[in-house]
């Protein structure tokens, strides 16, 4: 809300003395916040006066221009009362003229600076001013003529031309609707700012008695119109222009003028609060009803926009059909026009819920729908409609018509019941009743009792329902400032969870081996999870999907986080950080179809199945881990040359991970988009899947701008931490000596080393410490189709030192299994 | 330099006359003595006490003499090999520390070379920003809660008294999901947790809840459509705004520097009656002479969030007794707090996912 601050100060008193600064101070610390002070001469410094012009010499110039050579009384302005000599080049003024004078040392909007200086052979000592020059608008076809009657020669002319007019910008919450108006913010002066006094309502004034000679108005749902007030006048001048300060006004408050009927209405609904609507009277036939819409009805409003009408909006008609939608937007037929000679002055009370139901549903905000839908004054329809009357007669000549139409009743204010202590005990202040009591009686309300107070709100604040409502007021006035700083006292807390303190291990992990974490939005499109090559079936592209998304390339909550780190990889390697290592943990969408998430109500708890059933309408949402890595793991250098990263490091990553929870990871063969399908792991932790990796596949690593073998990864970090070892016993190890035994052993290539290692563990017994491959050769050696598995063995018994032979044994035993498995055959 | 003495022939000379072993001490220390390094000792040794040395051949002659002579030449060539093992020993010292000084020498490197040859890792900013954040909260004997970001309607809005014509549901910006009648939005406030915890537990309630969040708006340097918040939440018997101010005054301090306090101004949350805007004291500037500060744009004070008494009603809607109880909440911008302590101003860097920025950072702010 832009407020004019002489305007405000129209409607109520306050010291002199009192600085913009300071009243703006006082009603942002009770709630209307200041969003920014402006005012047209805010950039004008040094003396800008009155001055009379006592003689102009007209002298052409060289380059065909004249210039005036003038003499300008400026008073004692200058410090000498002697005549001021300045060079003009306007010629739309004549001696005698009172005109804006700007001195030496003044400095004008974009920082012109005023001096004396020579030109066209004078000393030219100041500069009379136009509207431009001041920041006052576009005219700049001559200089600023002020009225005979401005002021003498010396006064300042800042006030004259309204360049020192400050209008205040609040932030208005939405509770307080009531502010959107001068009414309200004049009411906020005089309980804000100390001194205050004298309100003066502009809704208070004498309206004239309903009578049965306005214009007839029927209202069939009184619930969503509970006060329709019609008033008419006659013989309007359509070409009347809007009076100055109205003009001033309603543009500082951020209206455009756009005629006089228009700025009117506008005028009285920033002044009361109260929107009101005019119709050209001589369009309306008939009687005007209000009721709810029917089915299939259609209205063209004054926007221009054909609108299909719901059964639940509110609709004004005549005879004709519908006119209007009621406190929203007027219809195109009744609209207001450059011929209008007799207006229809409608002030009505409608119900806020439908204003915002009716705003949502054609999408129109306006003026008159923001105030309508947070709540407006019921009681003064007719005060407004009467000002509106007024102001009409008063600027555009014409009659106000003595039919007067008022139907309905405002509704009643609840009463409240309060605690008289609440505000202490809500505040931690002490407050006691009877400030608590001066404090509602200062906001409008009524208050009755104690100990128990009863309380009815003023009409202005419909905001104001529960006790807690009527705390906040008291502590607002109290002032927010004052509550005392007390840390509470906690019971001893337990820390963070161990799930909680995991998800730390992880990131600090996944950071100490060099990947650096990345926070992507999870919005994605089927072209994304098409770039990850996922076939039709895939259950990753079972989306959930957003009825508004931001952009409709990205419409889906995404079932993976590969396609949000594969594309922050591209863009890395685009900005040259192409030995690159990135992850990110995040939540995944996926969808349950399980039907909807119950609206419950809110005056009870939930009901534990309840509160249950809403959980299963969520989507599965786990949380995910992935990470890629491109160009160099190692980099090259003195010490050797670069190890690129391999399929292997993203298996390795995961185990990293893994390991920090305590956990094994089994990788096998797998086939899964968006992987190499000969090179893609499935990761497994205890027989169940939690994730794969391995090299990307080539055609992905393109449609991301990757560069080839780019690795990845993705796992499921709930099931992880599912399983991760809570309570490690402590291990105890053997202090014998240990025994080696060495083994290669040729198998098919197709043979996965994990299945030959497998079968050497089991067949080595329980001797076996531990087992190393140390080395794949393929080649001549071992033929086609083979590759040799050579393995390091270390036996050692936890309780003896191990007898000849018996380490030789269990290395045969071993062998014996994995050639049985797996069809392997010892080297020699 | 001496020998080994090839001419003696052990069968033909008697070896064990006293000027005899005399000649082999003196051919020996001199032999010792004359070593230049190592590889030289190593060979005097085995000339001159090694199994086919003088002095080892004359050893195993005294068993041949009669037992007088035998004493006196075992005596004789016992001290010998004594005094040679004994000079051998300390070339041996000398050499080998020649040797280590010499290798250590030779060793010398260029300890300027480059050494990092892996990348380095770091955590992104937000999430130590929120664990940092956490840990203030944990320190006090708060718990962190958490809850999905796919949430149920009823959660996020009603259970929090925003009831279904509530003007403020326009002012969320809400990305609501498909099919509407399912009634699941992407949560808009971390606040949907406070009303899972108190569905979930029992006071005394002393939660934060740190998480990412969504609105609608347009990707810009001062707007994401995801963001990061951290509400707190703190529901028990006698609680107050003044414990809601002293709360964050500490908050403020720990995450801002000593000194550093906040100030209410009056504002609309429907979770929330009495509400309030949070400032935070400008951490650079502390409100003295603050025109020229840019951290604050001349302010003094910085808005940092929203906070307020807990509305009885949503206490209700939770299952929370608001005659025995009552509570405070609060609610900052993660994303945000971390801009102005870290001087950043625009946003987008965090989402971008440029290593450089992130790595940066390391594993701890
Ligand atoms: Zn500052």
Redesign the interface.
């Known amino acids: 809300m832009k407020a004019p601050l002489s305007w405000i100060l129209e409607h109520v008193d306050v010291p002199a003395g009192t600085t913009t600064e300071h009243l703006t101070d006082r009603l942002t610390l009770t709630g209307l916040k200041l969003e920014a002070v402006v005012s047209p001469g805010r950039d004008i410094t040094g003396p800008l006066v009155i001055g009379r012009v006592l003689t102009m010499e007209p002298e052409p110039q060289k380059n065909g221009k004249t210039i005036n050579w003038c003499t300008v009384d400026v008073g004692d302005a200058n410090g000498t009362g002697e005549p001021q000599g300045i060079v003009c080049g306007a010629h739309n003024f004549a001696p005698g003229d009172l005109v804006a004078t700007v001195l030496p040392g003044g400095v004008l909007p974009g920082g012109f600076e005023i001096g004396a200086r020579k030109t066209y052979g004078h000393l030219s000592a100041g500069m009379i001013c136009s509207a431009r020059e001041l920041g006052l608008g576009d005219d700049h076809d001559g200089i600023i003529v002020l009225p005979a009657d401005a002021g003498q020669p010396g006064d300042d002319v800042r006030p004259v031309l309204g360049l020192d007019e400050e209008t205040i910008e609040f932030e208005i919450n939405p509770d307080r609707a009531y502010a959107l108006s001068i009414r309200g913010i004049a009411r906020e002066v005089l309980v804000s700012v100390d001194g205050a006094s004298n309100f003066r309502d502009p809704a208070d004034r004498d309206t004239p008695a309903p009578n049965a000679d306005g214009h007839p108005v029927v209202v069939e749902d009184a619930d969503g119109c509970p006060v329709f007030v019609a008033r008419k006048v006659t013989g309007f001048d359509p070409t009347a222009a809007t009076p100055d300060h109205i003009v001033q006004r309603i543009t500082a408050a951020g209206m455009r003028p756009i005629s006089l009927a228009v700025d009117v209405t506008n005028y009285v609904m920033l002044e009361t609060g109260r929107p009101i609507h005019g119709y050209d009277a001589d369009k309306v036939q008939g009687a005007i009803v209000v009721r709810r819409a029917r089915d299939g009805e259609r209205l063209t409003t004054l926007d221009g926009t054909d609108r299909a009408l719901d059964p639940a909006d509110l609709v004004v008609t005549d005879d004709s059909g519908i006119i209007g939608l009621g406190g929203v937007m007027g219809g195109e037929t009744t609209e207001m026009s450059g011929t209008t000679t007799s207006i229809l002055v409608e002030a009505a009370h409608w119900d806020a819920v439908s204003m915002y139901r009716t705003g949502r549903r054609h999408k129109i905000t306006s003026e008159a729908g923001k105030r309508n839908e947070r709540g407006v004054d019921p009681t003064i329809c007719e005060a407004a409609a009467d000002r509106v009357v007024e102001l009409l007669v008063e600027h555009g000549g014409g009659t106000a018509d003595s039919g007067v139409t008022v139907v309905g009743t405002p509704p009643a204010m609840p009463v409240i019941e309060v605690a008289g202590d609440l505000a202490a005990r809500v505040s931690g202040m002490p407050i006691t009743e009877e400030r608590s009591i001066d404090c509602l009686r200062a906001v409008g309300c009524e208050v009755s009792g104690s100990g128990t107070l009863t309380v009815t709100p003023p009409p202005w604040r419909p905001d104001l329902t529960d006790p807690q409502d009527l705390t906040e007021e008291v502590i607002r006035l109290v002032g927010y400032d004052h509550v005392p700083s007390i840390l509470p006292t906690p019971p001893s807390g337990r820390g963070l969870t161990h799930s909680q303190r995991l998800r730390r291990r992880i990131g600090r992990t996944l950071a100490g081996d060099g990947f650096v974490e990345v926070v992507t939005f999870p919005f994605v499109g089927t072209s994304d999870l098409d770039d990850l090559g996922l076939p039709a079936d895939d259950a990753r592209r079972d989306l959930l999907r957003l009825s508004n998304p931001l952009s409709a390339e990205a419409p889906f909550m995404t079932t993976t986080l590969l396609p949000g780190v594969l594309r922050t990889a591209g863009k890395n390697v685009g900005h040259g950080n192409v030995d690159l290592a990135i992850f990110e943990t995040g939540a995944v969408t996926l969808p349950r179809h399980s039907g909807p998430a119950a609206i419950l109500p809110v005056d009870r708890r939930p009901t534990d199945d309840e509160f249950a059933a809403l959980d299963a309408a969520l989507p599965a949402q786990p949380l995910h881990l992935a990470l890629v890595a491109a160009g160099d793991a190692v980099s090259g250098g003195w010490w050797g040359a670069a190890r690129p990263v391999t399929w292997s490091d993203a298996i390795e990553e995961v185990r990293s991970v893994a390991a920090a929870l305590g956990l094994d990871v089994t990788a096998s063969s797998a086939d899964l988009a968006p992987w190499h399908p000969g090179r893609c792991a499935e990761l497994s932790v205890d027989g169940e899947v939690v994730g794969h990796a391995g090299e990307v596949h080539p055609r992905v690593c393109q449609a991301f701008g990757l560069p080839k073998r780019t690795v990845a990864a993705e796992v499921d970090l709930d099931l992880l931490i599912e399983r991760a070892v809570h309570l490690r016993p402590a291990p105890s190890f053997s202090s014998y000596p240990v025994a080696k035994e060495d083994v290669a052993l040729v198998v098919d290539a197709s043979v996965p080393a994990a299945d030959v290692e497998a079968a050497l563990r089991e067949g080595a017994g329980e001797l076996l410490e531990s087992i190393r491959l140390f080395d794949v050769y393929t080649g001549d050696q071992v033929g086609e189709g083979k590759k040799s598995l050579a393995y390091a063995l270390r036996f050692r018994a936890p309780d003896r030192t191990l007898k000849e032979g018996e380490a030789a044994a269990a290395r045969d035993a071993a062998v014996a299994l994995a050639v049985e498995r797996t069809g392997a055959v010892q080297r020699a | 330099m001496s020998g080994p003495n090839t001419d003696y022939d052990p069968v033909e000379v008697t070896p064990l006359k006293a000027e005899q072993v005399d000649e082999m001490r003196e051919a020996a220390l001199a032999a010792i003595a004359a070593a230049a390094d190592l590889d030289a000792l190593k060979q005097v040794r085995i000339d001159h006490t090694g199994d086919r040395s003088p002095l080892a051949l004359a050893n195993r002659e005294i068993g041949a003499l009669p037992p007088q002579a035998r004493k006196d030449a075992g005596q004789r060539i016992g001290q010998t090999r004594g005094a040679v093992n004994q000079a051998l020993a300390a070339r041996q010292v000398v050499l080998e520390a020649e040797h280590e000084e010499r290798m250590l020498v030779e060793e010398t490197v260029d300890v300027s ?2 050494t ?9 900013p ?2 130590l920003q929120s ?1 940092l954040i ?1 840990d203030l909260f ?1 320190a ?5 809660a ?1 809850g ?8 996020n809005f ?2 929090l ?1 925003l ?3 509530h ?2 549901r ?2 969320q910006d809400t ?4 099919p ?5 939005v ?1 949560r808009t406030q971390t606040s949907p947790v406070q009303a899972r915890t108190m ?1 979930t537990r029992k006071p ?1 309630i ?1 939660v934060v809840c740190p998480g ?1 969040v969504f609105r ?1 708006d ?2 810009d340097a001062t707007h994401s ?2 963001f990061h918040q951290v509400e707190g939440l ?1 529901v ?1 018997e006698g ?9 964050l ?2 908050f403020a301090s720990q995450l801002f520097g000593d000194g550093i ?1 906040t ?6 949350f429907p979770f929330t ?5 949070v400032d935070v004291l400008c951490f650079v500037c502390r409100n003295v002479d603050p025109a020229s500060c840019r951290t604050c744009r001349g302010e003094g004070w910085i808005e940092w969030g929203g906070c307020g ?1 807990v ?3 949503v206490l ?4 929370v007794d608001p005659s025995v109880y ?1 509570g405070f909440a609060f609610g900052m911008g993660i994303d945000r707090s971390f801009m102005f302590r870290h001087n950043l101003e625009d946003l987008r860097p ?7 920025f ?2 940066s950072f ?2 701890e702010i």
Do not use: Q
């Open positions: 070379l480059p990092t040859r892996a990348r380095r890792g770091g955590r992104h937000l999430t664990e956490a944990v006090m004997g708060y718990e962190v958490e999905p970001v796919v949430e149920a309607e009823w959660l009603d259970a008294n009831g279904p014509d003007p403020a326009s002012m990305f609501w999901t498909e509407a009648e399912n009634h699941v992407l569905l005394p002393y990412r609608t347009e990707y459509p995801m703190v028990d609680i107050t705004m003044a414990h809601l101010k002293g709360t005054d500490h306090t100030r209410f101004r009056p504002s609309y009656e009495p509400s309030a805007e008494v509305n009885p009603r209700t809607a939770c299952g009552s965090l989402f971008e996912g440029d290593v450089r992130s790595s390391g594993s």
